[in-house]
């Protein structure tokens, strides 16, 4: 008895089970799958969110032409089978088209009703704001949390996308945990530029450290390499030509990139010391450089060396003495006259400054 009872449960479970299939089990075949006869018309119910719909037209002759269509329905195919893709209904309200085929005397008509998105849910867009690609719409429940976000779009160049917000330029960024409103019918993709790093080659001159700087913003201070017996002539995008490259130029390279140091070779000049209307030494000096005075010839007796007169071959005098140590800057050939002084600090210049053309 008590067997009994067990496969009659069981049998009726068995039974509970079929019966759920049946009911809640959707006929996929003939949602996907639809036959329309010559000069018939069939009705069909589409998703609010979209679906594809396989037709077969039973013709008996000719190739059917297609005389009409809802624009939210997009069709392929040829010789009476055809693929009809439904768009996605992203309005509260169903609509209703009819696609027309017409193969000799005979019509088909495939007429889909779509449904409306619940009257709980807004279905959102997806603005790129300038993006490269695109962001399919996205239906929520109003007053719940979004959830999930699509992934942005791919961001114009130089710039990193970081997030949904609701209006085009400012307003307040959607997250997974925002609320759903009504209101909220559209985002907008945000970015910020890139940072890239710079590196500096000197081309054989001084190191120069590489830079961090902002896509679009300006370069900003570019350090002054230094390479012996040459002058600097700025920052270029190449080795040899290129564009170059200031404080104020906007960086436009989308990616990690280097600037190249560009030189001209300076000129020598002849540095020389006379002492009693003759050349006592000389020494030559690239133009522009940094020239250290030296102690002077070995003064007359009962007198002292106090410092230098410079004169330039152009004619012009440097105003005052120079003290042994001291630094100029040579920008072409000059000559160097000690000025002595007494023991007892009663300061002479030797030579006179007419024999330093001689």
Known sequence: MKNLTRKMHFVRYLLAVLLAVVLFTPDVAEAANLTIKSGARKDYTANADGETINITLSVPSGNPQLMGKPSWVSQSGSSGSYKLVVAKNTSNSARTGDVVYRAGNYVYTLRITQKGQPKNTVTVKFNTNGGKTSVNSKTYKIGKKYGSLPAGPTPPTGKKFVGWYTKASGGTKITKDSKVSASTKTLYAHYRNKDYTVSFDSLGGSFIIAHYITYGTPYGHLETPEKAGYKFLGWYTAPIGGKKITSKTKMATANNHTLYAHWKEKAKCTVTIKYQGKTFKSEKIYEDEKYVLPYGPNPPK?????????????????????????????????????????????????????????
């Open 302 to 358: 009962d007198h002292h060396f106090v410092g230098w007169r410079v004169y330039y071959s152009d004619g012009i005098r440097l105003t005052g003495i120079y003290k042994r140590g001291d630094t100029i800057n040579i920008r072409c050939d000059c000559t160097l006259v000690p000025v002595y002084g007494y023991d007892y600090d009663i300061a002479f210049e030797d030579p006179s400054p007419k024999s330093l053309l001689d």
